[in-house]
């Protein structure tokens, strides 16, 4: 029987988030009422208009035959409306506009397209998983910079086109940033598009978060940069913006050579998702949006209960500006476990599921993050769990240290 392990899967790592997930999966079956801010999924229903279209559409027979792999004509077109009155910036839904089954599969199969084994590509680290593994499984080398705008990241630029062996093929930018929250504004595009103008790298924008942002102007797009079409191509979804994780509806976006890439690899793999879903996510897009303000002050309600309960219980986080995520610092009693085993504590104690930062990234591995998906009152129950917690732990610190009088007083331990 053969037991070598194939290429591909010998150059993932074991997935860090499945670890947690089995212990909340043996946690449930023993009863636990566990509070989940560990995966991105959006808890409420999607929109009523939203649903109404897909049933509509559904009733019809025509609407159950294979669908288009590159995404039914209204579509496209609804979202270059879309990028026209939000962006104001206008864009050809025949050769610039792909639609996908999600933005993590257009991520994936775009990197596939572009990809030649041995090619170097720029990462930020931490990022979300597909970012770097798209490029991974399809034989890249990825070359890991900082996440944060500014100028550090632009130095490091500067140091991978000295360094990298072949010269860097593409960069893969996100913003807002999961998990960070960071933002980036046009001068920072400005700069990163003429850089990679300059040196001939592609640029794949991840916009995932444009619409849920918090106090914040609205995150701009990288294609409103003079010349970004000429290299980038952006990722938009449906999932968080109208609340249709489940639906599998996204979009590639900009340059038309990485855009007619995209498309012929997807040609050879799928047939597009349900034609009703895209009629209806059209319908999403083309209809009224309040819905989105609503999913928007939502995230913005949960994100200040969290933020300032954990406050309360001692526990300080940067307030995200944007996205559904707060990016948390372990605190410093428990900085030495990293963050999986942290996550794996915080299970066990308190019934609170956060996600581990490595599984980000080794730079990410001082946090974990935390998903604004339960409600409020759910969030509240939370943070008195957490708070109980520390309380015990702290009790416990004090009773080691008096019973092992021969260690050095304790210092004040600031959460």
Known sequence: MMEQEFHRIRRLPPYVFAQVDAMKARARAAGDDIIDFGMGNPDSPTPAHIVEKLVEAVQDPRTHRYSSSRGIPGLRKAHAAYYERRFNVSVDPETEVVVTIGSKEGLANLSSAITTPGDVILVPNPSYPIHQF????????????????????????????????????ALVLNYPNNPTAYLADLDFYGQVVDFCRFHGIYILSDLAYA??????PPPPSILQIPGAREIAVEFTSMSKTYSMPGWRIGFATGNKRLVAALARNKSYLDYGAFTPIQVAAAAALNGPQDCVAEIRQRYKERRDVLIGGLASAGWEIPTPPATMFAWAPIPPAFKHMGSLEFAKLLLREAKVAVAPGVGFGEQGDDHVRLAVVENRQRTRQAIRSIKAFFARYDEAMDDTWKKNSFQPARTEQKW
């Not at 490029?135 to 500067?158: D, H, K, Q, S, T």
Request: aromatic share 10%.
């Open 211 to 216: 619409e849920i942002y918090f106090d914040v």
């Open 134 to 169: 798209g490029f991974i499984i399809a034989g890249a080398a990825a070359r890991n910079i900082p996440v944060e705008p500014g100028p550090e990241f632009m130095a490091a630029l500067e140091r991978a086109v000295q360094h990298s062996v072949p010269k860097p093929t």
